[in-house]
């Protein structure tokens, strides 16, 4: 089964920057449309960003105009680069494998990763 790996998280302070990366690791024929969900402690699980399969992006009102969701190269990877992070950023964020697309259409997944803690001090 697939499953997405994510990478990138770390620690730094307001007003930095950092770019987390997501792959989808295992054989497909699909093209996955993706996502990236964040959760803090004590708080309910939240959406940050989708990228379609041709690119076209969604933001959280919260992330929007700091957060750029993308895709690397033709393959299943889809990064997001975080800028100007405050500290209600901090959270573990998850990335969700959400659809499959393929040209006999889209069909619909719901394969979570383990997730990739983000640490925002002042």
């Known amino acids: 089964q697939v499953r997405p790996v994510e990478s990138g998280g770390g620690s730094v302070q307001a007003g930095g920057s950092l770019r987390l990366s997501c792959a989808a690791v295992g054989k497909t024929v699909c093209r996955y449309e993706m996502s990236w969900y964040r959760q803090a402690p004590g708080k309910e699980r939240e959406f940050v960003s989708f990228i379609d399969s041709d690119g076209g992006p969604r933001y959280a009102d919260s992330v929007k105009g700091r957060f750029t969701i993308s895709r690397d190269g033709a393959d299943n990877t889809v990064s997001l680069q975080m800028n100007s992070l405050k500290p209600e950023d901090t959270a573990m964020y998850l990335c969700?494998?959400?659809?499959?697309?393929?040209?006999?259409?889209?069909?619909?997944?719901?394969?979570w990763g383990q997730g990739t803690q983000v640490t925002v001090s002042t």
């Open positions: 969700k494998i959400d659809f499959c697309v393929t040209s006999w259409g889209r069909s619909a997944r719901d394969f």
